[in-house]
């Protein structure tokens, strides 16, 4: 695992940003997972400035986005798919057709999902956000580090988390790669900022495969970097 504490916000985000430039500059078909959530707006925006500069790096990319709510109709404003066309999509000037979204009906078979993503090669690097309660994607606590891309009931924590991200009900169920899908991922970037997550990422560094915090999973991963912003780092002291 591979800690990079950045001296300000801004630096977290341009570091996470220029990763996964980097990796479609050293790799034009890379295949990238992608995560949402507020953390990522500002990664997103920066990808923007960057990809001007650099002449559109990521057409030839593939994504997959690593979670959706369930229960919303298409185009729902606060729908994760929304989201990733308003902050990346567009202004990025990508197509749809390279994207793959968690499909909202899995009555089809589970796996459909897990197959697009080994029929592409498998995920390059998937970037990532941090629960509060140290849910990924929507893994939230009790997820079995096995587990692959299914429905599942979000918590309490999660929904009071998330609220105001709508204006109507909150689904009560998301669709989410699992951890075990997740860490098939040949890198795993993930991004902390902020004060409200400083207990869960010193609870991470403190525990190892912990089904209460599904994030400890991913410290088994052989290229897992953790960036995190001075106020995420505030509880944890490296140099001990
Ligand atoms: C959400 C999403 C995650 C996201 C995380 C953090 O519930 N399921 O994919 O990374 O929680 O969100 P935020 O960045 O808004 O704190």
């Given at each position: 695992m591979r800690i990079i504490q950045a001296p300000s916000t801004n630096e977290a985000i341009q570091t996470v940003a220029t990763l996964i430039l980097e990796k479609a500059i050293s790799h034009p078909r890379s295949v990238l997972g992608l995560a949402t959530g507020r953390t990522m707006i500002p990664v997103y925006a920066h990808l923007e400035k960057l990809q001007k500069i650099y002449e559109n790096p990521f057409r030839d990319c593939f994504f997959f986005m690593l979670d959706e709510y369930l229960e919303l109709p298409e185009g729902h404003p606060s729908s994760f798919k929304s989201y990733i066309k308003d902050h990346f999509v567009k202004p990025l000037g990508l197509k749809e057709s390279q994207f793959a979204f968690p499909p909202a009906d899995l009555s089809g078979g589970d796996e459909h999902y897990e197959n697009l993503i080994k029929e592409s090669g498998g995920v390059d690097l998937q970037l990532l956000g941090l629960g509060l309660n140290g849910h990924v994607g929507f893994n939230e606590p009790g997820s079995l580090k096995s587990s692959r891309t299914r429905i599942i009931p979000l918590t309490e924590d999660t929904l009071r988390a998330n609220r105001?991200?709508?204006?109507?009900k909150i689904p009560t169920h998301a669709l989410s790669m699992g951890i075990g899908t997740i860490l098939e991922s040949k890198e795993l970037l993930m991004l902390v900022t902020g004060k409200a997550k400083a207990d869960v990422v010193k609870y991470i560094l403190n525990h190892h495969d912990d089904p209460n915090c599904p994030a400890t999973y991913l410290k088994s991963h052989p290229h897992f970097t953790l960036v995190l912003d001075p106020e995420a780092a505030s509880k944890i002291n490296l140099n001990i």
């Amino acid at each position: 695992m591979r800690i990079i504490q950045a001296p300000s916000t801004n630096e977290a985000i341009q570091t996470v940003a220029t990763l996964i430039l980097e990796k479609a500059i050293s790799h034009p078909r890379s295949v990238l997972g992608l995560a949402t959530g507020r953390t990522m707006i500002p990664v997103y925006a920066h990808l923007e400035k960057l990809q001007k500069i650099y002449e559109n790096p990521f057409r030839d990319c593939f994504f997959f986005m690593l979670d959706e709510y369930l229960e919303l109709p298409e185009g729902h404003p606060s729908s994760f798919k929304s989201y990733i066309k308003d902050h990346f999509v567009k202004p990025l000037g990508l197509k749809e057709s390279q994207f793959a979204f968690p499909p909202a009906d899995l009555s089809g078979g589970d796996e459909h999902y897990e197959n697009l993503i080994k029929e592409s090669g498998g995920v390059d690097l998937q970037l990532l956000g941090l629960g509060l309660n140290g849910h990924v994607g929507f893994n939230e606590p009790g997820s079995l580090k096995s587990s692959r891309t299914r429905i599942i009931p979000l918590t309490e924590d999660t929904l009071r988390a998330n609220r105001d991200q709508f204006t109507d009900k909150i689904p009560t169920h998301a669709l989410s790669m699992g951890i075990g899908t997740i860490l098939e991922s040949k890198e795993l970037l993930m991004l902390v900022t902020g004060k409200a997550k400083a207990d869960v990422v010193k609870y991470i560094l403190n525990h190892h495969d912990d089904p209460n915090c599904p994030a400890t999973y991913l410290k088994s991963h052989p290229h897992f970097t953790l960036v995190l912003d001075p106020e995420a780092a505030s509880k944890i002291n490296l140099n001990i």
